[in-house]
């Protein structure tokens, strides 16, 4: 059994996962006893008309998901994953239902939550990226991490509330796994080259963009969440508060498969996570033009928020 480290666990998986982690080599490796077993398993069809959730079946704790052709996924508990895949040839692409829908679905189950953003740190703090795709979350986070950011995601990461309690509380981060997903376009403006990369799907020019384990931090503090998005009106960039109700929206959109939230009966946690969320970190609006004529510019703008975020932290602590 292969044993790896994602989304803030140790998993022990029966298919060969790349995307994440190994803890195979660490001395003592052999005695680890891993939170997630992902077993393989024939499984049955999950029929159209009893998907309840999206393109998932939530019933009695357990949610199934059936990608026709390619991958059969039950997320059976909290300790169990099994997985069918259905042809041998799309075993990639199967697990990129697994590392994705699939572990999403796992997540939510462990009483988590998983975000759809891209996210880098700097002293122990994290500062998201949130925005459609294409909005150029990826291409934004390789820039900082260029710039001397800590790398946790790109895509998805998972928020801890932390327990049942009302309090205001800080807000605890780890990531999915250490890949970075680009597309050409993308990879050409940040000089890397494609040709050696794995694929993220036979049929996309999108690349897998690994890191070297030295330079993934696995847990942060959330400290800040930026919105990006396109104005090809405006000239330059611009970056400024959300308000709170926009913001709220914001961060439930950005909830990683948000159907399974009501599915679960995860909507009132859900809320106190983001209320949480709110009252402990802002929530900026990153506006500029859709061309890479402001890229600079829209790095500059995040690293300024950034400091001025460990300027006010200072002080605050200062007077403490």
């Not at 009252?279 to 690293?303: E, G, I, M, Y």
């Amino acid at each position: 059994m292969h044993l790896f480290r994602a989304f803030g666990r140790v998993v022990g998986s029966e298919l060969a996962l790349p995307e994440f982690e190994t803890v195979c080599k660490e001395a003592g490796s052999e005695s680890i006893v891993p939170d997630l077993t992902i077993r393989r398993r024939s499984l049955p069809p999950v029929p159209r008309e009893e998907r309840n959730a999206g393109f998932f079946r939530v019933r009695d704790g357990v949610v199934d998901l059936d990608i026709e052709g390619i991958v059969r996924i039950r997320v059976a508990s909290e300790e169990l994953i099994e997985v069918d895949v259905l042809d041998a040839k799309r075993e990639r692409e199967a697990r990129l239902y697994l590392t994705g829908s699939g572990f999403g679905a796992w997540t939510y189950l462990c009483g988590r939550f998983p975000f759809h953003c891209g996210l880098v740190t700097r002293n122990g703090l994290g500062f998201a990226l949130t925005g459609p795709s294409g909005a150029g979350k990826s291409t934004l986070t390789a820039a900082l991490v260029e710039r001397g950011f800590g790398f946790m995601s790109d895509d998805v990461v998972v928020f801890d509330p932390g327990g049942a309690s009302e309090r205001i509380r800080s807000v605890s981060v780890t990531p999915s796994f250490p890949r970075m997903k680009l597309w050409q376009d993308a990879a050409d403006h940040l000089a890397i080259r494609t040709s050696p990369l794995a694929r993220l799907h036979q049929d996309m020019d999108k690349f897998h963009v690994p890191f070297e384990p030295d330079r993934v931090v696995h847990e942060a503090t959330l400290a800040g969440v930026f919105r990006l998005r396109f104005d090809d009106e405006r000239e330059g960039v611009d970056c400024r508060p959300l308000a709170s109700p926009e913001a709220l929206r914001e961060l439930r959109s950005n909830l990683y498969r948000q159907e399974l939230v009501p599915a679960l009966g995860l909507e009132e946690a859900a809320f106190r996570m983001i209320l949480n969320v709110l009252q402990t970190v802002p929530v900026f609006d990153l506006s500029r033009p859709r061309d890479f004529s402001c890229f600079d510019a829209t790095l500059d703008a995040v690293v300024a928020q950034v400091a001025a975020h460990e300027g006010s932290t200072s002080a605050t602590t200062s007077e403490a």
